[in-house]
């Protein structure tokens, strides 16, 4: 994976300094894909600055209310001083308590959404949209889902790629200079690459990650191979998916106690003890696993959203598709390499772990090509991001270049998105029949 040109990237950061007047770390590290960062700007720019159903200030609130569900603070103080500019009320800042109730209730769909999104149901959509003063038309609901799912997934890209806030650091020659967990964004940015520590002690450091590349590669091209020789059948197909879902139980991202909330964070947040349990939790064998043929993106929620919330549909899916299908063809040193079974693997063990089945994956390659520490951070970044560390981030692929893995970052933070609103909208589809 290379990063691109030059010319059209600093043509993009320039462009988006002269909309915005900042260009946040989000910008920086994302531009390293400058095709996907366009499309992620153009859908950000829509969700948040043109004509829609909510309200400006609305909508930076539930920025807020929804980063706070990760405690990222590095989000919510980019939507304060943003909500304030947009005209919203002061006191609001002060915490839940102090806002409209129709505000206050998004708090139970923003909480299942962050972190067990199977659980909303058409009851939740109901009690939304009833009639009452503080009810929620259907098209402001869509705008706040999917402002919700935007900004959770963004927590999840944030402390994976250890995005440390622009204002608390050194300025060098008119430069600030971007501490990330570490290393710098300058450093994620230009594919600067640090040598892991792991790597450096000994040379058997680098030839232990070198034949770890090598293995990867070769169970690619196995993969390839057995494609063209075999289908497994479908049984054997659901077999492997209730397997990888099991098996995703035992990926523990290391023993935390609970996690003390910094009172900044914990205004904004109701329920604090609610966090991701697994989809598949021990002893429970009749889990409704969402089969995604039933209801997928392509052929059902982006026309709901597309009708609900115009325009927004076509934005996402740009963007989904945008990020599923980029490649440069690389993987660390090795040019010519189809990486479309990894990038699939990768998309879809996060929708494994949301309880989400596509029946025609083999979910025997997830296995394959993806180690039990890249299992590990991918739980991590994906269902409690705030816990995610350096070291995990550099436990796996340790010959990767810091563009490759801020791809895997991206491929996550879509995958969440998608996931959170595939269930979303499915309850409001199930409310309209």
Same mark, same amino acid.
């Not at 971007?178 to 002690?201: G, K, M, P, R």
């Not at 054997?236 to 290391?254: D, N, P, Q, W, Y």
């Given at each position: ?313 076509? =934005? $996402?899916?740009?963007?989904? /598709? &945008?990020?599923?299908? *980029?490649? +440069?063809?690389?993987? @660390? ?76 970052? =991206? $491929?996550?933070?879509?995958? /969440? &998105?998608?996931?959170? *609103?595939? +269930?979303?909208?499915? @309850? ?6």
């Amino acid at each position: 994976m290379q990063a691109n040109g030059l010319d059209e990237r600093t043509n993009l950061l320039v462009e988006e300094y002269s909309t915005s007047g900042r260009l946040d770390n989000i910008t920086q590290v994302m531009s390293i894909h400058t095709q996907y960062l366009e499309s992620f700007l153009r859908s950000q720019f829509y969700m948040l600055r043109m004509d829609g159903p909510l309200p400006l200030p609305y909508r930076h609130y539930i920025a807020i209310m929804a980063a706070a569900r990760h405690q990222c603070s590095y989000l919510i103080n980019m939507h304060v001083d943003e909500f304030l500019k947009t005209g919203g009320i002061a006191e609001w800042l002060n915490g839940l308590e102090y806002i409209p109730q129709r505000l206050k209730n998004l708090n139970e769909i923003n909480k299942l959404l962050a972190h067990r999104p199977w659980l909303i149901t058409k009851e939740h959509i109901q009690k939304l949209v009833k009639t009452g003063e503080n009810n929620w038309s259907l098209p402001e609901l869509v705008h706040a889902v999917v402002l919700l799912a935007h900004y959770h997934a963004l927590a999840s890209f944030v402390f994976g790629s250890g995005i440390n806030p622009e204002r608390d650091l050194d300025t060098s020659n008119g430069v600030r200079l971007i501490a990330v967990n570490n290393f710098c964004v300058c450093d994620l940015a230009n594919d600067n690459n640090i040598e892991n520590a792991s790597l450096t002690s000994s040379n058997f450091g680098i030839a232990d990650s070198l034949s770890e590349l090598e293995a990867l590669m070769e169970r690619m091209k196995r993969l390839q191979e057995d494609k063209e020789d075999e289908e497994a059948s479908q049984e054997e197909m659901a077999t492997r998916f209730e397997k990888e879902k099991k098996e995703s139980l035992l990926v523990i991202s290391g023993a935390f106690d609970d996690e003390i909330v910094s009172t900044d964070v914990s205004r904004y947040v109701e329920d604090p003890g609610f966090g991701y349990k697994d989809f598949a939790r021990r002893g429970e064998d009749h889990l409704p696993t969402f089969r995604a043929q039933d209801y997928t993106w392509e052929n059902h929620g982006f026309s709901l959203v597309n009708r609900l919330y115009s325009d927004i549909g076509h =934005l $996402l899916d740009e963007k989904f /598709r &945008m990020v599923y299908n *980029l490649t +440069y063809n690389t993987m @660390a040193t090795h040019e010519d390499v189809d990486t479309t079974t990894l990038r699939r693997a990768l998309f879809n063990y996060v929708h494994c772990m949301y309880g989400i089945r596509y029946d025609d994956y083999d979910y025997g390659e997830v296995n394959q090509l993806l180690e039990r520490s890249l299992k590990v951070y991918i739980k991590t970044v994906t269902c409690y991001p705030e816990r995610t560390t350096k070291r995990m981030y550099d436990s796996y692929w340790r010959q990767f270049k810091h563009s490759e893995k801020v791809h895997v970052n =991206l $491929l996550l933070m879509e995958a /969440r &998105m998608q996931a959170e *609103l595939l +269930y979303a909208l499915r @309850a409001i589809t199930r409310h309209l029949t």
